[in-house]
């Protein structure tokens, strides 16, 4: 494997991970907070990151790369509101998009079309991530300050039709 893109994929590894972590603090502040379907949904998008995480790091070592299991900081684990923390979300995925075209960007420099190929279930991925993202935020958006919203919000958002239900 080539050294560059070993190491881009390492970082991969811990934006994932990262991610799950991030995620599961969400899913914990929703619970503590009466959010019982936001908790769910959290739940699950934590897991589905820590399985793209092992996913890279099982594709970096049968390519005979090494992969690193990375020590990550705390995740944040306060939220003002259902919105902040739709945004938090959504700034995740955004972030996790970026350096996934990086390092498409690199194997195209570098000519690493079987690294290329690989990365594109990921490409997919935060399409659909970041379209679920969105459109969360924005039925917030438009449910407000309004209690009652938030009852039903919470109460639908696991069967919620989502532009890209995340899978
Ligand atoms: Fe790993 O799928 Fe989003 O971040």
Not at 103 to 129: G, P, R, S, T
Request: glycine content about 4%; hydrophobic content about 40%; aromatic content about 12%.
């Amino acid at each position: 494997m080539i050294p560059e893109i070993e190491k881009l994929l390492n970082e991969q590894v811990k934006y994932e991970a990262k991610a799950s972590a991030q995620y599961l603090s969400m899913a914990s502040w929703a619970d503590t907070n009466g959010y019982n379907g936001v908790a769910d949904f959290f739940y699950t998008q934590s897991e589905e990151e820590r399985v793209h995480m092992i996913k890279l790091v099982k594709f970096i070592n049968e390519r005979s790369g090494k992969a690193i299991v990375p020590a990550i900081d705390k995740p944040r684990d306060d939220f003002k509101s259902l919105t902040d923390l739709f945004e938090t979300f959504l700034e995740s995925e955004e972030f996790v998009t970026a350096k996934i075209n990086n390092i498409i960007y690199e194997c195209l420099q570098l000519k690493d079309y079987n690294v290329h190929n690989f990365m594109q279930w990921y490409v997919a991925e935060q399409l659909e991530e970041e379209a679920t993202a969105r459109t969360l935020l924005d039925k917030l958006k438009i449910i407000g300050e309004d209690k009652s919203g938030h009852y039903l919000f919470d109460r639908d958002i696991n069967t919620m039709q989502t532009t890209g239900q995340a899978n």
